[in-house]
């Protein structure tokens, strides 16, 4: 039985993977990776390692969660050390805690590493601190995908009317819903919002605006994107230094 990693790959930007999964990644007998890890990581691997794609371009389609942990499982019947490498870190939204229970309730043994979440470091390569000494204290991470077909919102609307920076991934779809919310829970219009798609990567795009603009904006960007809401967007316009500088 081998031993598997669960490993975060970071955002996108291949020099913000960490030492150590870097060391993993090429001591790895087999890589299961899923679309937001960069696939560039994998060149670093030794001869010989098998690769195992487990996401599609389209995130609905993605190979179910528990055929997912099966695949991981059954390679780590096969090989020594088996890296599972996940976009940004395993526990940000990225079910590393699944796939850990499941190996563990099988036998196997694992070890996180943790990765630069794109929660942090996309807005930081857009300019956006998610703390700023006088702006906000706090800062918070939530999901703007709610499973289709339920009535109610997850999201617990009412906690978010401090003045916390508020962080949405996988809710690029769903901006129109989420500024509308924002708005009923009594942020003005005119709160301070963006968008930043392939955070990180050389074409990463930003569009900054308002609660009640944004939608129109930003509806046509690419994905992956995160949103982020709150004053600290506005030092973007001082903090900015990524974008343009490639091109
Ligand atoms: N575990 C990951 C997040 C998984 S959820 C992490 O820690 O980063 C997937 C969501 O993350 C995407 O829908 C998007 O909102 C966000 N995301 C991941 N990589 C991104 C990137 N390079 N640029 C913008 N958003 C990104």
Redesign the pocket.
């Known amino acids: 039985m081998g031993k598997v990693y669960l490993t975060?790959a970071g955002?996108?930007d291949i020099e913000l993977l960490t030492v150590k999964a870097l060391r993993v990644v090429q001591e790895a007998d087999v890589i299961i990776y899923d679309r937001?890890a960069n696939p560039e990581i994998l060149k670093e691997a030794k001869d010989g390692c098998e690769f195992v794609y487990v996401g599609k371009e389209d995130?609905h389609h993605i190979l179910p969660q528990e055929e997912i942990n099966e695949v991981i499982y059954q390679n780590a019947c096969k090989h020594t050390t088996v890296v599972r490498l996940?976009?940004?870190?395993?526990f940000?939204?990225?079910r590393g805690g699944e796939e850990g229970i499941y190996l563990q309730e099988r036998g196997v043994s694992f070890e996180f590493i943790p990765?630069i979440?794109?929660?942090i470091a996309?807005p930081e390569y857009a300019g956006i601190p998610v703390t700023h000494r006088g702006v906000t204290v706090s800062f918070r991470v939530v999901t703007g995908h709610e499973s289709s077909g339920k009535d109610h919102s997850q999201i617990p609307w009412e906690n978010y009317k401090t003045d916390d920076t508020i962080i949405f991934?996988?809710?690029?779809h769903r901006l129109e819903r989420i500024t509308k919310k924002l708005m009923e829970i009594g942020k003005p219009a005119s709160h301070p919002i963006a968008v930043?798609?392939?955070?990180?990567?050389i074409d990463q795009q930003t569009v900054v605006g308002t609660l009640a603009d944004i939608h129109e904006k930003a509806k046509e960007l690419p994905?992956?994107?995160?949103i982020v809401v709150g004053e600290v967007v506005k030092l973007r316009q001082q903090l900015s230094w990524f974008e343009g500088q490639n091109a």
């Open positions: 975060g955002p996108g937001l995130s996940k976009g940004g870190d395993p940000v939204f990225g990765g979440t794109s929660a996309v991934l996988m809710g690029l930043i798609s392939r955070g990180t990567r994905t992956p994107a995160l």
